[in-house]
Every structure is written in C-alpha cells, then in structure tokens.
C-alpha cells in the first residue's frame, strides 16, 4: 500500500504544478470578446452633391454676316427683317438675299 500512498503524493505536487503553470497560461492567453449583436443601422443619409465652382460667363458672343461690299448684319436685324413665325431663313450675301420659309409659303427679303 505504500505505493498508492506514495503515487498519490507524488501525484498532488504534479497536479498543483499543472494547475499553477495553467494558471499563469490563462493571463497571457486572453478570451476572445464575443461579438455585441448587430444594431440595425439608421437610414443613410444621402450626401449632398458637390457643387461644381461656376464656370465663368463667356461674354456675349456678336455674330455678324458681312458683305464682299462692306455691308453687316446681326442674327437680331435679319429677324427683324423676315415675316413672323418663320420656321427658316438662309442667307444668301452673294444674292443679297434672306430666303425664309414659313410653313407652305417662301419669299425673300433685299439685306442691303
């Protein structure tokens, strides 16, 4: 019987050995965090668009029709010179014309 006796008292300062190596083992291995749960996510916002710095304004552009005599012409003074409603007009400086269209009808009108 002495040899139970002595296994066992032999035994308890393994498993206290066991136990003091398992316990400095536990601090340096950390548990993991379990996860919180999943919050539902407020509504996204929608992100205002980026405003786009202003172009800056080109200056009027002046357009003018010029005679091979030395005549000129605006867009506005050959609108003026052209019946109302006209659905087209074609310059004609070599004619000295303004050609219009208005619907079934044509004529023309002197420029110069």
Not at 49 to 71: C, F, H, M, R, T
Not at 100 to 110: A, F, K, P, Y
Request: hydrophobic share 40%; with cysteine.
């Amino acid at each position: 019987m002495a040899n139970k006796e002595e296994t066992k008292k032999a035994a308890a300062p393994a498993k206290a050995a066991e136990k003091k190596t398992a316990a400095k083992a536990a601090p340096a291995k950390k548990t993991e965090k379990k996860a919180a749960p999943a919050k539902k996510a407020a509504p996204a916002k929608k992100a205002a668009p980026a405003k786009k710095p202003a172009a800056p304004k080109a200056p009027k552009l002046e357009i003018y029709v010029q005679s091979p005599y030395g005549g000129n012409i605006t867009p506005e003074e050959i609108t003026a010179k052209v019946p109302a409603g006209c659905d087209s007009v074609f310059v004609r400086v070599d004619q000295n014309k303004l050609w219009w269209i208005r619907g079934e009808e044509t004529g023309s009108v002197d420029i110069w």
